[in-house]
């Protein structure tokens, strides 16, 4: 977070962007153009196709969904609430909060396994061909969450083109890593929007971002990308729900960015704390847990997370072990639909706040408790 | 806005509030403390009642109504969305971004006279105790857009008293201008949560206010106030759908108020510009129309608007014909409900943008095409 400060004294005395507008004021339901043009260089789309909001991508996820439970969407046959068996698919392990709001929503969440390139297809198309109430899909396509596993363009493709029983299935596609790599080059990732225009689906695919990851979390400015129609029922919705999204945030993060180039570079610093952090978590749990057979992990490029898998049945009592001795675990369960982890193996470990020695400490800990719980068995 | 010019380059480098929180971060679904008490002191409450979002009030409304209709409310049997035939009270003339709120969500409007002190209490008695579709009501409690009236004690009573026969009726209590009083003292105003509670009717009474009239309109600071059902309910949902609000911004309008008094002393110099306004405008009304009788005005003390009455079937003819001089007014119909203004008769002034000398020509255009309407009859 140190490294935004600059944005705790911005905009300055420039309340105007670059066509003059006011920022200070209302208005502007999609965002200021070069904000627009900031998300669309993120998410390889044209900035016709993006709106800017608030501090939050996942309040618009959530808003996106709402809407489409209230009043449908392009494309549809009414409201998502009509569809009183409606459902979402959810890879796993993923985002515990992605799950939430589909749940909150009234939608029945369906497991979909994760594979190293993405969501397993096979499960997901025979699903999706036959069952007109599974109105989507969660996906974090770079450094998913937790497993930092990204997309290949088999899995990409596959989720653009493939045939789906009801005609306004949608994928929330939350990059929200895609500038966040801290080893190696950045990953290709094709473009699901064009593959799935090309594919006569464009209106499948609602894309999100947000800056929370590169700025300040809870200050931060989000964004969506969807084809014209999509974005076009979003701005009907919003402009009865919203007097625009404050402009002034995202003048002062422009401000700071400059354009995406300088986002970049700002990521680079990023990937400077935070590569270190990845790098001792793997060296502990190499040199503490390889060749015993009772644990693997991922070995993410980018993103925040780490996925340990342990032994079946195992995950809870190590997160409660590692509680005892003063590790704080993200829950178990936490990253499958309903906090059900149904081999209770997957524990998420998110190395990136503490400082180093803290990072060292608690991995040690973690890989005795893991050891215990074997040896329990 | 330049008022509040000192925001643009705040919080500085103090970015921790009086707690120690780090605003930066995620979290805190209910806003910081210190701006909690702040709109508790504006609205008259307990802090423990707030809710402090984002930048704008008219969207925690709609989000407010949105979770109603998708999960009901504290005190109901279920989603709004269940009753087909739901219907909301507005006051007329009022505020057509209120009304188009319920519209969207699909409510039935129904139109309430405004009186000098208020909604007529008759007509909303009379309605709501025999139909239980009708959810709620519409309030502006002081300086109401566009009339600029301020409800009397016995108003505030009445609403917060009466029997309704929705067991789950709501007063959407939007008091944008609690603070804004340009001319004498500040209107005494009921105690509305108070006296609801003291009626068993507490979680009837929903609060809104905002900083968007005070500081800079996109980029200010949204509150909601209510019973500890209300508010517990709505971070039940807020939870899901919200990492927390922009907490900087919070701490920069602390930074910039200090307190309530501070705000207070701000406001005075708000009312220091915009009163020379209104009294120009009534100055040339008062002037050009007065004994004529084909047009009263009403004489505000606080917000934002004037409501101009003119002759039955006229309101139209003169909005166009300023238009075409040259003077671009508020849609005819706009303060009604649906756009339609059953007597085509009122016109919102809003006086404070435009430089005085322009207020000053516009206002004497306006009454010429009064006059020319009135002459054509």
């Known amino acids: 977070m140190d490294l935004s400060n600059p944005l705790l004294t911005l905009p300055g005395h420039h309340y105007r962007d670059q066509n003059g ?10 965002g200021l153009p070069g904000i627009k043009t900031l998300f669309a260089d993120i998410l390889a789309v044209h900035p016709d196709n993006v709106l800017v909001g608030g501090n939050s991508s996942l309040t618009m996820m959530y808003e996106t969904l709402q809407r489409a439970c209230q009043f449908g969407v392009p494309g549809g ?36 396994d994760m594979t190293d390139s993405g969501p397993d297809m096979n499960q997901v198309e025979s699903l999706v061909s036959e069952d007109a109430s599974i109105k989507g899909i969660w996906c974090v396509p770079l450094h998913s969450n937790p497993t930092g596993c990204c997309y290949s363009s088999d899995v990409v ?15 929330l596609w939350d990059n929200a890593y895609a500038e966040h790599h801290f080893e190696g080059a950045k990953p290709a ?26 700025t300040l979390p809870g200050a931060g400015v989000a964004a969506m990308a969807g084809s014209t129609a999509n974005i076009a029922d979003a701005k009907r919705h919003l402009s009865v729900q919203s007097i625009g999204p404050d402009k002034v945030n995202q003048l002062r993060h422009l401000a700071f960015f400059g354009n995406v180039e300088g986002l970049r570079t700002h990521m680079t610093r990023h990937a400077q704390l935070v590569k270190p952090k990845f790098d001792l978590v793997a060296e502990i749990l190499q040199h503490q847990l390889s060749g015993l057979g009772i644990a693997k992990w991922s ?42 982890d149904p081999l209770d193996r997957h524990i998420r470990i998110a190395p990136t706040f503490p400082e180093l020695e803290a990072v060292r400490q608690a991995t040690e800990a973690l890989t005795t408790c893991i050891r215990l719980a074997a040896a329990d068995d």
């Open 299 to 340: 070995r993410p490029k980018g993103g925040y997370f780490i996925d340990l898998t342990v032994q079946t049945g195992h995950a809870r009592r190590v997160i409660d072990l590692a509680g005892r001795a003063g590790v704080r675990l993200t829950a178990a369960g936490a990253p499958f639909p309903y906090g059900h």
């Open 77 to 112: 046959s009414g409201p998502w609430n009509q569809d009183t068996q409606r459902k979402f698919l959810c890879p796993t392990p993923g985002y515990d909060r992605h799950f939430l709001i589909t749940e909150h929503l009234g939608f029945r969440l369906l497991n979909i």
């Open 189 to 214: 990732l094709e473009n699901i929007a064009e593959i799935a225009m090309t594919a006569d689906n464009s209106d499948r695919v609602i894309q999100f971002a947000s800056t929370s990851k590169m």
């Open 157 to 171: 493709r596959r989720l653009a083109t493939m045939k789906t029983a009801a005609t306004d299935f949608r994928i």
């Open 21 to 30: 507008t006011d920022t200070r004021n209302y208005g502007g339901l999609d």
